[in-house]
């Protein structure tokens, strides 16, 4: 199994294929507007506009598990992305990463790459790096920032 065999809802409730994604190199990210890590946004979206014509595409799945810091709707999130670190990338519809109700997809990036806590996730913005294969290939906590994978990502592309 890979990545890019799962379906995952967009911010708008549309399903969407990850098998579209085959062939690009992914960065799937928990991510939370009301977050001392939120700042991420603007690192994330740096790493958009440098490599998304080389192949890589970030998706970010807002989640409120985490001290109810991502308590809006989907057009909320979309809004506070765009006036405030003008994201370009996909938001997809808010999910739970931890639990019983975890989003497939999550779970099995976790089943994936264990990270500190085992396979749960430990706080917003952790990222998940996934090769052109759709295998999972990095795990990396919320202190890491965007631009620190920089090297991961160009031995991907």
Same mark, same amino acid.
């Given at each position: #199994?890979? +990545? ?23 960065? *799937? ?28 595409? *970030? ?13 809006? =709707? ?17 938001? #997809?519809?808010?999910? =739970? +990463?931890?639990?019983?109700?975890? =989003? ?24 998940? @790096? +996934? ?17 620190? @994978? ?5 031995? @991907?592309?």
């Amino acid at each position: #199994m890979t +990545v890019t065999e799962f379906q995952v809802k967009q911010a708008d409730g549309s399903i969407q294929d990850l098998s579209a994604h085959k062939g690009k190199v992914l960065l *799937i990210v928990n991510t939370a507007s009301k977050c001392g890590f939120t700042p991420q946004y603007e690192g994330l979206e740096k790493l958009h506009q440098e490599y998304k014509d080389q192949g890589l595409e *970030i998706l970010a799945f807002p989640c409120n598990q985490f001290g109810n810091q991502e308590p809006g =709707d989907a057009d909320e999130i979309k809004n506070f992305c765009s006036l405030n670190y003008d994201v370009s990338f996909p938001l #997809m519809e808010k999910v =739970d +990463v931890n639990g019983d109700d975890a =989003d497939p997809l999550w779970k099995y990036l976790k089943s994936e790459k264990s990270g500190l806590l085992g396979s749960r996730i430990k706080w917003n913005f952790t990222k998940f @790096l +996934v090769d052109r294969d759709g295998n999972v290939v990095g795990r990396y906590g919320p202190a890491v920032k965007p631009e620190q @994978l920089k090297n991961e990502i160009q031995a @991907l592309l």
